[in-house]
């Protein structure tokens, strides 16, 4: 995507979109819930995904908002539980700053986005609430509607393992049910490994003399399967493998399992901490 498609928002860019599918038309396609809708209204927590960069000066407020969410600043609210992950792209690395957490996979994962969502540009900050609504990352008042009006659905029962092989990589084993009814269009369970506490000292770049926080940031993401045509209480069972870096401390991190189908919509997720001597 060129340059002159991208973007740095602030709140005056704020705006709200639904995915092309209607809600009515989401459970009918890949994947569908097996439980009521009044089950579905007390169901699992809500994922937000945020979408930011070190390099762009509006990405720090979007930040500490994600930050205050995780550390349950607006409980008082009425607010589903959430699920909370960051993405860091590298698209805003040609200026000046490179942003460490910065990745490729995060910039694709933003565009699946863009092009699910029927977006014109890639912005940052932006946050994706349940791969169905989007808006400008910083607007707090259409980020909590957001997640007020998403829909809900249950957690996964997965019970986690987790295993050092050496210094070097984590190996995550996963078994339990997806809650969810899978036809054979498919979906794919994911497992993000992220690390919150993050603080950087930013000399160059938008953010020149800044100290930068970060939490819920998305170190690794793989798939741990593709399922097809399973009940929502057919156990599922998989592994991840997870390369680390240096300075890797588990008291800091977490992993986060989603079922997202080939639309990009979420179908619940369920989030670990990792112990702290792991």
């Known amino acids: 995507m060129s340059r002159r498609f991208l973007a740095c ?3 005056t860019g704020s705006s709200k979109t639904k995915p092309a599918s209607s809600s009515s038309s989401e459970e009918r396609n890949n994947v569908t ?7 579905q209204r007390r169901g699992g927590a809500v994922l937000v995904e945020l979408f930011s960069s070190q390099g762009c000066a509006t990405s720090p407020e979007a930040e500490l908002l994600v930050s205050r969410l995780g550390r349950g600043d607006f409980d008082g609210l009425d607010l589903p539980p959430v699920v909370l992950l960051g993405f860091h792209v590298d698209y805003w690395d040609y200026m000046g700053w490179k942003d460490p957490y910065g990745s490729s996979q995060s910039t694709v994962r ?3 986005y863009v092009e699910s969502l029927k977006l014109d ?3 940052t900050p932006q946050v994706v609430v349940q791969g169905r609504a989007q808006c400008v990352g910083n607007d707090e008042n259409a980020l909590l509607a957001a997640i007020k ?3 809900r659905f249950p957690a996964p029962t997965f019970q986690a393992t987790f295993q050092r092989s050496g210094s070097d990589s984590l190996q995550v084993s996963l078994t339990g049910a997806l809650r969810t009814k899978v036809d054979n269009r498919g979906a794919n369970v994911m497992v993000a490994l992220y690390e919150s506490g993050l603080v950087t000292d930013c000399p160059k770049g938008e953010n020149k003399g800044r100290v930068l926080s970060n939490d819920f940031v998305v170190r690794k993401l793989e798939k741990l399967c593709t399922v097809k045509d399973i009940s929502a209480k057919k156990t599922v069972t998989g592994s991840v493998n997870f390369p680390l870096w240096q300075g890797f401390h588990g008291s800091k991190c977490g992993v986060t399992v989603f079922v997202q189908d080939s639309s990009h919509l979420i179908f619940g997720s369920q989030n670990f901490q990792l112990p702290d001597d792991i």
């Open 121 to 123: 540009t890639m912005f």
């Open 110 to 112: 933003q565009k699946a």
């Open 9 to 11: 928002f602030g709140k």
């Open 33 to 39: 819930v097996d439980v009521s809708a009044e089950e």
């Open 149 to 151: 009006e998403a829909p």
